[in-house]
Structures are given as structure tokens and as C-alpha cells.
């Protein structure tokens, strides 16, 4: 099993639909971040935690929010999606013992 | 604010060639340097870091990455590519450690043989 997992890997939904994905971990670590990468740009860190109670802002967190339901859960949620957020988003996490970042397979997200 | 400019968008070698992938970073205090690999439908996996010490650093897969202050560059290097070696390759910079890890925008890399 993944240690990072994304919940669904591809998603087509319409403007305006309010969308959920999902990101779970086993690894046990403290931190969690959702990116987006889009052709051209890179990855972009939309929100991090660094623990449960712990919600931060990224470099392009409007049309975006998190929840941390739990350590192992971080989940993104799009309230009223519009085209420009097609992208794929990643899920990474770190801890404060460990010097790197694991990324999730990605989601890829289509809004037409 | 951390920054990370990797000018070259793709960059095609040949097989058994040497490589080389740029990047130039901005960050006021002694940066937290990475390079990841991604590869096609697959996230992104930590090829080698530099915090401190040696300025050349190992990395898995046969690649190395020099630190050099003066010029704020941590170039990517592989004396001899390899045809699996094809793959978007992306340069980060760290705040506090990789607490918060801004990524350069990527470089594709083609391999032909």
C-alpha cells in the first residue's frame, strides 16, 4: 500500500460543483501540504498543517480550504470550482525528524 | 520570500551524455536545497538535498548537485544519462528547513538515443 494516498486519482466535475479530494498517510508524520501543478508553473503550495490545529495559508489559497480531520487526514475542498483550477494536485508530507517531503500519485482535476 | 528561477524548460541529451540542469535561487538566510524527480504519472520523489557542510552532495540514481553560495546555484549533474533518466526534474528551496519548500517551475528532460 501507498504511504501517501489520493482519493480519486482523476475527477471531472462542472463549474460551480463543490469538490472534495482526499489525502490520507501512514507514515505517521506531523506535517501534511496540498500543491497544485500546472504546465509551465510548477508546483504551488496552496495550504499546509504542521499539526491538527495547525491550518496555514500557501501562495494560492483563494477558492481553496482544508480540513485536518485527523493526522493522517488532510483533505482540499473546492467550494464552487471554476475551470482555472484544472490542474493536478499533489499531497506531500514531512515530519520534523525527516528532511523530505513524500508525495501522494496525484489527482488530476478537470472543472469544464 | 524564497524563490527559485530553473531557466532551461526542456533540455534534450543523448544517451550516455552528460547532463546538466540549472537552477538559481533567492533566499536571504543559508537556503534548504532539493532536487526532485517526477516521473510520467507518478509524484514527485527526493533525489538529493543540501542543508549544510560539503557543497557537493550525492544523490540516489547516480546524480549530484554542487552548492555554490557566491553564484546562488545548486545545478544537477549525471556524468553519463541514462534512457530511464527522462522525467521532469523540479529544483526547491526550503524556509526553516523544508517546513515551507517553494519548487522552481521544472525542467523536462528527453533522453534520445
Known amino acids: 500500500d501507498a504511504d501517501v494516498t489520493q482519493t480519486p486519482r482523476n475527477r471531472i466535475t462542472k463549474t460551480g460543483k463543490r469538490i472534495m479530494l482526499e489525502c490520507s498517510q501512514t507514515?505517521?508524520?506531523?506535517?501534511m501540504y496540498w500543491y497544485r501543478q500546472d504546465p509551465g508553473l510548477g508546483l504551488r503550495l496552496i495550504y499546509y498543517s504542521f499539526d491538527v490545529k495547525d491550518i496555514n495559508k500557501g501562495e494560492i489559497s483563494d477558492g481553496y480550504s482544508v480540513s485536518r480531520q485527523a493526522q493522517a487526514k488532510f483533505s482540499l475542498s473546492l467550494e464552487s470550482a471554476i475551470p482555472n483550477q484544472t490542474a493536478l494536485y499533489f499531497c506531500?508530507?514531512?515530519?520534523?525528524?525527516?528532511?523530505?517531503?513524500?508525495f501522494g500519485s496525484g489527482t488530476q482535476l478537470s472543472v469544464l | 520570500a524564497q524563490s527559485v528561477t530553473q531557466p532551461d524548460i526542456h533540455i534534450t541529451v543523448s544517451e550516455g551524455a552528460s547532463l546538466e540542469l540549472r537552477c538559481n535561487y533567492s533566499?536571504?538566510?543559508?537556503?534548504?536545497l532539493f532536487w526532485y524527480v517526477q516521473s510520467p504519472g507518478q509524484g514527485l520523489q527526493l533525489l538529493l538535498k543540501y542543508f549544510s557542510g560539503d557543497t557537493l552532495v550525492q544523490g540516489i540514481k547516480g546524480f549530484e548537485a554542487e552548492f555554490k553560495r557566491s553564484q546562488s546555484s545548486f545545478n544537477l549533474r549525471k556524468p553519463s544519462v541514462h534512457w530511464s533518466d527522462a522525467a521532469e526534474y523540479f529544483c526547491?528551496?526550503?524556509?526553516?528547513?523544508?517546513?515551507?519548500?517553494?519548487f522552481g517551475i521544472g525542467t523536462k528532460l528527453q533522453v534520445i538515443p
Open positions: 507514515k505517521g508524520h506531523d506535517r
Open positions: 506531500a508530507t514531512g515530519s520534523s525528524a525527516n528532511e523530505k517531503l513524500f
Open positions: 526547491a528551496v526550503g524556509a526553516n528547513g523544508y517546513q515551507k519548500v517553494t
Open positions: 533566499y536571504g538566510a543559508t537556503p534548504y
